[in-house]
């Protein structure tokens, strides 16, 4: 991990809900992509520290973007918005947002919604990079 990540760590505000936080913080940074490892639970209350680190993400020319939610417990419409207008950004800027590790009930709901082929939905983060 990198200093850079340790710098870019963000926290959400706790869920009425879920009670529970969403933290991001950059993992890996290379000249082809960027790897943002995101924790606790996505809902309308925590997901904007997730956009916010994304997006500077995208600011700073970082266009292709890998997700990890390994640890990503609930993600609700609010997040799968926000996946989307990432997506759209990243793309707009010759990029693109790719989900690594989604549990299975995010999976799910990936592929019912057709996100999962809109966005992609890998296994590892090695197979979000090789797509």
């Not at 990540?5 to 009670?19: C, D, K, V």
């Not at 973007?65 to 950004?89: K, Q, T, W």
């Amino acid at each position: 991990m990198s200093e850079l990540s340790n710098s870019n760590a963000f926290s959400g505000g706790l869920s009425p809900r879920t009670r529970a936080r969403v933290t991001a913080r950059v993992a890996e940074v290379t000249q082809d992509y960027t790897v943002v490892v995101a924790s606790g639970e996505i809902d309308f209350q925590s997901y904007q520290p997730l956009l916010d680190l994304l997006s500077t993400q995208l600011r700073m020319g970082r266009s292709k973007l890998v997700l990890d939610l390994d640890a990503v417990g609930f993600c609700d419409s609010s997040g799968l918005g926000m996946f989307v207008s990432v997506h759209r950004r990243a793309g707009m800027a010759g990029g693109w947002l790719r989900l690594a590790r989604p549990n299975a009930q995010l999976r799910r709901i990936l592929t019912v919604t057709n996100l999962d082929r809109l966005l992609g939905a890998y296994e590892d983060i090695d197979a979000a990079v090789r797509a």
